[in-house]
């Protein structure tokens, strides 16, 4: 048996790009039952020196639509990362499903050996799709949505392994 480009892109981004949004969605019902600030949680960070939780989301975002994009061969669509509250990152990854949703399996599958390149400040990265997947996308995604998980973990929010996980 093999799995193909897309089953281990595609559905895996979108189900933890669910289980963040679920995880938000308890993060918003926390603030309101605990009267928190909610920006006290979306600019809480676990060290001064990291991104704070919506940066996290944004980001986390970002690696999956870009993913889907690159591997894809489409324009990868921009988003203008000014969230600030939990309803607008709920409304971006809502956007993003839906974007990563939009792509057929035909667009993906293949594309093992296609060109990948990735703009940075100093010079463009470049990868072949397989290790572009797997070396750079899904270890960018997971941490920073694992990053998420902690930051609200950190704050009070009672949620736990199954959470980050999933439903099955």
Avoid: W
Avoid at 58 to 74: E, F, N, T, Y
Avoid at 80 to 85: C, G, H, M, Q, V
Avoid at 106 to 125: A, F, H, K
């Amino acid at each position: 048996m093999t799995i193909s480009m897309y089953q281990a892109s595609v559905p895996v981004l979108v189900r933890m790009l669910g289980n963040l949004s679920a995880i938000l969605t308890k993060a918003a019902a926390y603030a309101e039952a605990k009267k928190i600030e909610p920006r006290v949680l979306l600019d809480a960070r676990l060290a001064p020196d990291m991104l704070s939780l919506t940066r996290q989301v944004q980001i986390a975002s970002d690696s999956a639509k870009g993913c889907g994009a690159r591997l894809a061969a489409v324009d990868v669509p921009k988003y203008e990362d000014n969230e600030a509250s939990f309803d607008e990152l709920q409304a971006r990854i809502a956007k993003t499903v839906a974007f990563l949703n939009s792509l057929r399996p035909e667009q993906i599958d293949g594309s093992e050996d296609r060109d990948v390149t990735i703009p940075t400040r100093d010079q463009p990265l470049q990868f072949k799709g397989l290790v572009y997947l797997v070396n750079f996308v899904l270890p960018n995604f997971y941490f920073h949505v694992t990053t998420a998980y902690a930051i609200l973990r950190h704050n009070g929010l009672e949620i736990g392994k199954l959470d980050f996980l999933g439903a099955r």
